[in-house]
C-alpha cells in the first residue's frame, strides 16, 4: 500500500535561518506531488507540484523553493526564513489523476 | 488570486439536521471537484468528488452537487453527526496544471447536540 511520509511534524526556527522539509512516497511509482501552506486562520495554498524528477511549477512567488531530486522525494527549502513562512506545511502525492489526493501529516513551522 | 471561494467561514447545525457547504470557482479549465475534510494538526481527508460531466454524485450521507453554469458546487451531509465537526475544504483541479488542487480557504462545520 501506499504511504506518505513527512517530517519533521514540528519546527521552530529563527528568522534568517534556513529550512529544509522531506516528504517520501512509498509504495508508487511516479506520483504527482504537492507543497501547500495552511496560514492561521487561512485555507490550504498551492505552493509547488512537480509531476515528474526535476519538474518544479511555483504556483505562489515568496522565498520558498522546491527540489524533486528521486521519483519519490519532495523537499521544501529556504534560504532566510521570514517570520510570514510560519504556518502548518502539508506534502501530498497524487497518480496521473484528478483523485487519489493523499496528504501527509503535515509539519507545524514557527519562525520566531 | 483566489480560483475557489469558500464564502462561508463556519456553519453551525444541530444533530439530524442537512448541512450544506458552499463553494464557487472562478477558473473555467476546472474539470474536477473535490471535497476535503479537516480536523486541527492533520493532514485532509478526501471526502467526496465529483467530475465535470457529472451534477450529483452520493456516497451514504454525504452528496455533493454541482452547476457548472453557476460554477457553484455544494456539499450536503444529512444527518448531520457530531462527529462530522471539522473543517470542511472544497477544492478543484484541471487538468492542464498536473490535477494540482486550489483549495478553497474551508467552512468549519460544528454540528451540535
Known amino acids: 500500500s501506499q504511504t506518505i511520509h513527512q517530517w519533521p511534524a514540528t519546527l521552530v526556527q529563527p528568522v534568517g535561518s534556513p529550512l529544509s522539509l522531506e516528504c517520501t512516497v512509498e509504495?508508487?511509482?511516479?506520483?504527482?506531488l504537492y507543497w501547500y501552506r495552511q496560514a492561521a486562520g487561512r485555507g490550504l495554498q498551492l505552493l509547488f507540484y512537480?509531476?515528474?524528477?526535476?519538474?518544479i511549477s511555483s504556483e505562489v512567488p515568496q522565498n520558498l523553493s522546491a527540489s524533486r531530486p528521486q521519483d519519490r522525494q519532495f523537499i521544501l527549502s529556504s534560504k532566510k526564513l521570514l517570520l510570514s513562512d510560519s504556518g502548518f506545511y502539508l506534502c501530498a502525492w497524487s497518480l496521473q489523476v484528478p483523485y487519489g489526493y493523499t496528504f501527509g501529516s503535515g509539519t507545524r513551522l514557527t519562525v520566531v | 488570486d483566489q480560483q475557489v471561494k469558500q464564502n462561508s467561514p463556519s456553519l453551525s447545525v444541530q444533530e439530524g439536521r442537512i448541512s450544506i457547504l458552499n463553494c464557487d470557482y472562478t477558473n473555467s479549465m476546472f474539470d474536477y471537484f473535490l471535497w476535503y475534510k479537516k480536523y486541527p494538526a492533520e493532514g485532509p481527508t478526501f471526502l467526496i468528488s465529483i467530475s465535470s460531466i457529472k451534477d450529483k454524485n452520493e456516497d451514504g450521507r454525504f452528496t455533493v452537487f454541482l452547476n457548472k453554469s453557476a460554477k457553484h458546487l455544494s456539499l450536503h451531509i444529512v444527518p448531520s453527526q457530531p462527529g462530522d465537526s471539522a473543517v470542511y475544504f472544497c477544492a478543484a483541479s484541471a487538468r492542464n496544471s498536473g490535477y494540482a488542487l486550489n483549495f478553497g480557504k474551508g467552512t468549519s462545520l460544528l454540528v451540535t447536540p
Open positions: 509504495g508508487t511509482s511516479n506520483p504527482n
Open positions: 512537480s509531476v515528474g524528477i526535476g519538474q
